[in-house]
């Protein structure tokens, strides 16, 4: 059974940090793709960032934020800095297989920045 589980949100000030954390299980962690999403409360869900061997990141978290993960640890990190309160969201990790469709979603860990 595959597993992703957050941890590391909370409240910070603007201009804060905090670095989030996504364990997963139960998948061969190597062969996807891992991302973070982010929902805002009456907003969709959006993309925030993914890492392959490479990165990308959407464009209001360019300089901000930076994807990492630690294939031994089965692990997938978030470092967030110069943190915004239009930052404020859940944010949600997602595995995404090099090959195949099927996905997997982490429950979520709630982010909020005080302006």
């Known amino acids: 059974q595959v597993q992703l589980v957050e941890s590391g949100g909370g409240l910070v000030q603007a201009g804060g940090s905090l670095r989030l954390s996504c364990a997963a299980s139960?998948?061969?962690?190597?062969?996807?793709?891992m991302g973070w999403f982010r929902q805002a409360p009456g907003k969709e869900r959006e993309f925030v960032a993914e890492?392959?061997?490479?990165?990308r990141y959407i464009d209001s978290v360019k300089g901000r934020f930076t994807i990492s993960r630690d294939n031994a640890k089965n692990t997938v990190f978030l470092q967030m800095n110069s943190l915004k309160p239009e930052d404020t969201a859940v944010y949600y990790c997602?595995?995404?297989?090099?090959?195949?469709?099927?996905?997997?979603w982490g429950q979520g860990t709630q982010v909020t920045v005080s302006s």
């Open positions: 139960g998948l061969t962690f190597s062969s996807y793709a």
């Open positions: 997602k595995a995404r297989p090099l090959v195949g469709i099927r996905t997997y």
């Open positions: 890492i392959t061997g490479s990165t």
